[in-house]
């Protein structure tokens, strides 16, 4: 037990350390340039680094994510910055990691996923605009403005007065940027954004370049202990419930992208949503940003190789030391490379894949809405807008109705109603319905999941009026019967129900729910029968083949050449579980295949033979017969069970070579199971005769075809493999145990 502990420690700090190094070079850089996006001293920034790699890390319920300050939150804490000060900041952050806290405890995490995330991506993709829009003007040597717009009316000025050392860092900073991803792997160890910030300080000390150096003596006399915000206390009471859930929201969001990314223990919401909670408490208190789980840190996090929590930990123990240590070293970055960093970041929140998402699942206004709106109005104020957009496309697409109509050759319209019947749908569905000629026959198929009063009053009435008019309505329910039910005057329950299972395709005709009754004879049952069945197949499984069946119309290629017995129990396909192209199937009484020169002389079987092995060039030729065959009952009374009907007895003696094999392995006394052994002889003796055909026997010699040989037991509806007659090795015989599913 010992050597096992001491090798998962020894396995721990081989993955954990290193990757704990990397994110450590990620988050110095990014915890100070997010600091001076938001407008907080940029101690802040490695204060909440500090706590959110060790505090968050420990008490989370992730053991891969790394927490620390979010670029998400930098508008927010602009704002409280400069309405109620620092100190009050820090205290607004405090009270926020206490609603955290709470609501963790009483494990409402989950209700945060529940936040549409066009929303989400939406308001950092604004934030990252605005971001961008604001530093870039620090990049350009000047300062920033109050607003998004404000900052793109002033930028055309800015770049007409450009400060030329400080413009040449900044460019620098995001030329490093973008090209360290095209760099070979053993360069990209080092991170980007300390490679940028590195290279930046190294050329702006060595050419002397007059820049604006990072000063962080000045933030450190900035810190005390956080005071109560002053002002309307329902604004403040709004501002801590606005950095609690957008702080909660996105550590939430990307706990669960994380998990995908690797293949430890899941993430445990409510523990992390805790553990961001004291996490923000401790952070508020000490004077740090806010703090929340971020995607950068937290992917190359797993991408490093971390295992355990221990890497985030330690991370923020990096943190702590280098501002303690080596805090001397950060004065000599430029604050416009710092600017750079953030305008790249900036402009990366803007991520085209999501927009690719968003796009997939019709939520591009969403997000576009959100964006625009917290881009001009503000955070809080373009989520909520967010947030109400999405409500109303989700209230849309609960009640939305779809109608599709069709009509065939003969004139009969095929109407599918989808979607949840409400009365919000009653106008829409009622033009639709008016829109059917009078007199005309109606399938009506109703693909419905709910359906009200209203809806069910629109319908029954138009069916009333469309076959007063001489019309008929034939209505299929695809879910539960909605419509039925209602027509029953039966109690109907307001609630969604699951589809029910539909008709199986396989059942017979007098086995289905819906059934038709002819009333002029059996042959007319039959073409019934086979139209509604037809109709039925166009209605709802042609849609699903089409794409299979345009790919086989230029050339069939089928595996298997299979015969099998013309009786109307036995379905190929099923027993089989193939699908179209894959059978070349020839079917007769009997299953038989006629030896080469037998009489009576028949041509059918061995064309169909020739052309399977010398033309499609089928690997496997499969003989399967079923038990109480009747061919195989004539056989055994040597004709005359055929009765009258010369054609049958003649066909009938193909099988003789079957019926002296079995005597030859029975004996000549008939017992109650010898109409299923000469089934089974019949498949055996079957498999030989193939082997008359010189082209076939060559074929299986080379080891080009197989010969199978099945036994399909209609009482149990369970397949057997046959052995051969002769043991070869050209005749491919699995275990009957598998086939058959026996243990």
């Not at 009489?599 to 169909?608: T, W």
Request: glycine fraction near 10%; hydrophobic fraction near 50%.
């Amino acid at each position: 037990m010992f050597r096992d502990t001491k090798s998962s420690w020894l396995s721990t700090l081989r993955h954990d350390v290193p990757a704990s190094l990397v994110v450590f070079l990620v988050a110095v850089p990014l915890s100070l340039g997010i600091a001076m996006a938001s407008g907080a001293p940029l101690a802040a920034g490695l204060i909440a680094a500090v706590v959110g790699g060790i505090v968050a890390g420990a008490l989370g319920g992730s053991a891969v994510q790394v927490s620390g300050p979010a670029a998400g939150l930098s508008l927010v804490v602009v704002d409280l910055v400069h309405t109620y000060g620092w100190r009050a900041t820090c205290m607004i952050t405090l009270l926020a990691g206490a609603v955290q806290l709470v609501l963790g405890v009483f494990k409402a995490a989950r209700a945060a996923l529940a936040v549409s995330p066009a929303v989400i991506h939406g308001m950092l993709a604004a934030v990252g605009v605005i971001i961008a829009l604001a530093q870039l003007h620090v990049v350009l040597g000047g300062s920033s403005q109050r607003s998004a717009v404000a900052n793109l009316v002033e930028l055309p000025g800015q770049i007409a007065d450009l400060h030329g050392h400080k413009v040449a860092v900044g460019l620098l900073t995001i030329m490093v940027l973008a090209l360290w991803t095209r760099l070979p792997k053993r360069i990209k160890v080092v991170p980007a954004p300390l490679a940028a910030l590195l290279t930046a300080a190294i050329t702006a000390w060595v050419f002397n370049w007059d820049v604006t150096r990072v000063d962080l003596s000045h933030s450190m006399t900035e810190w005390a202990f956080p005071v109560l915000p002053q002002g309307d206390w329902h604004l403040v009471v709004a501002s801590v419930l606005l950095v609690a859930l957008l702080a909660g929201c996105e550590s939430l969001l990307c706990c669960v992208a994380i998990d995908g990314m690797h293949g430890g223990r899941r993430a445990d919401l409510d523990q992390e949503l805790t553990g961001q909670g004291v996490a923000n408490m401790v952070t508020g208190a000490l004077g740090g940003l806010p703090v929340a789980g971020v995607i950068v840190r937290s992917t190359t996090n797993v991408q490093a190789g971390a295992r355990t929590r221990l890497s985030t930990i330690l991370h923020g123990v990096w943190v702590l030391m280098f501002a303690l240590g080596l805090g001397w070293a950060i004065k000599l970055i430029p604050l416009e490379a710092l600017a750079a960093l953030l305008v790249f970041i900036g402009v990366q929140m803007v991520n085209l894949g999501h927009i690719k998402k968003v796009h997939g699942h019709g939520e591009v206004p969403v997000y576009v809405a959100t964006m625009g709106a917290v881009i001009l109005l503000g955070l809080a104020e373009g989520v909520l807008a967010g947030l109400a957009l999405a409500a109303l496309l989700a209230l849309r697409r609960l009640t939305w109705v779809t109608v599709l109509k069709r009509e065939d050759r003969d004139g009969r319209m095929h109407v599918t109603i989808s979607g949840s019947l409400t009365f919000l749908g009653v106008p829409r569905l009622t033009h639709e319905l008016r829109t059917i000629p009078a007199g005309r026959p109606v399938d009506l198929d109703l693909n419905i999941d709910f359906m009200d009063n209203a809806a069910f009053e629109a319908i029954h009435s138009w069916r009333l009026d469309h076959e007063r008019m001489g019309g008929t309505v034939n209505i299929d329910e695809l879910h539960d019967e909605w419509y039925a039910l209602a027509a029953s005057g039966a109690r109907m329950f307001p609630v969604k129900s699951p589809p029910k299972v539909p008709d199986r395709w396989w059942l017979p005709w007098a086995h289905r729910t819906r059934r038709t009754t002819p009333s002029d004879g059996a042959s007319a049952e039959v073409e019934c029968l086979l139209t509604a069945g037809a109709r039925e197949y166009h209605r709802h499984t042609a849609p699903l083949v089409k794409p299979i069946f345009t790919e086989l119309a230029r050339k069939q290629q089928p595996s298997h050449l299979f015969i099998t017995c013309a009786d109307s129990r036995i379905m190929p396909s099923l027993i089989t579980a193939s699908g179209p192209g894959d059978l070349f199937t020839v079917r007769n009484i009997g299953n038989l295949v006629p030896r080469r020169g037998s009489e009576p002389h028949d041509d059918s079987v061995v064309a169909a033979i020739e052309y399977a092995t010398q033309v499609l060039g089928v690997h496997t030729i499969t003989v399967c017969g079923h038990s109480g065959c009747g061919a195989m009952a004539g056989v055994l009374s040597a004709g005359v069970q055929a009765g009258s009907l010369p054609g049958l007895r003649r066909w009938l003696r193909h099988g003789d070579h079957s019926l002296a094999t079995f005597i030859e392995t029975e004996g000549d006394r008939l017992h109650s199971g010898a109409l299923d052994v000469l089934c089974r002889v019949n498949v055996q003796q079957q498999l030989e005769n193939l082997r008359t055909y010189r082209k076939v026997d060559e074929q299986v010699r080379a080891g080009k075809l197989e010969l199978v040989g099945l036994y399909f037991d209609i009482a149990t509806a369970r397949v057997h493999l046959v052995p051969p007659l002769r043991s070869t090795p050209s005749v491919k015989m699995p275990d009957r145990r598998v086939l058959a599913g026996e243990e």
